[in-house]
């Protein structure tokens, strides 16, 4: 299939591509960058993965996505932080409180890592880059409260809204209830093994494959195009891997480097 039909479908179908790589992607086969874990380009001055200064960081910069990681504590408040420990402690078995006092909690720069709330507070401020928002897969809490207290806190917000937020999850059972029942949301599958086809039959909008497993079915990146849905690949940090992803056509690209990911797209990049 060649680029451009590739692109009038995207173009056509699937309001979640329309919302979010819009027209002007589509047409201009213009590729999204979006930071993973925040900012991490600027661990160096300071910023910290997951913290508020980096969502900052990346939002001044006119990124097109920053991401970040919502976990349940054990008293279902949500913390923003990417593994499933802080501290020492597991996140779902420990209260709030620990992670707000317990010094060996803090981030690199200084912060306190952040409760949902206060980092959709930054999101706010600047809702020109959309936020990634990735639900970790629960053990000992249930997915659904996750869903349905994340749900609660973006309306608080006034981001409960398409073209401000995505979801991405390695949960399928997580993704599966977006589909359910927020079908507008562009709803990013990741854990790579399952095809588009079988994603879109549960009425899953989109991928966001490892690079590697998008080096091996390259296929994916058209087939998920012909049904309409958006494809995304984490984490590319290397220029020969950034190229890779961008010749394979895929819509967004996560990246710890997103500085060099924006060099290499030039004018190709997709900003809002
Ligand atoms: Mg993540």
Redesign the pocket.
Known sequence: MTNHINSLIRTVFAASMILLFSAGAGAQNKIAITA??GFWKCEAAGNSENSIASLREAQNAGLWGS?F?AHLTADNKILIN?DNTRGGKEIEQTKLRYFKSVQACRLKNGEWPSTLNQYLKQGKANDKTVLVF?LKPEKYRSEDLLISKSVRSLKRHGLFDPSKVIFISFSKHMCDVIAQKYPEFTNQYLNGDISPKDLKKDGINGLDYHFNVLKNHPEWVAEAHALGMSVNCWTVNKEEDIKAMIDLGVDCITTNEPLLVRKLLGDRELTL
């Open positions: 993973h874990r991401e990681d990417h990735e």
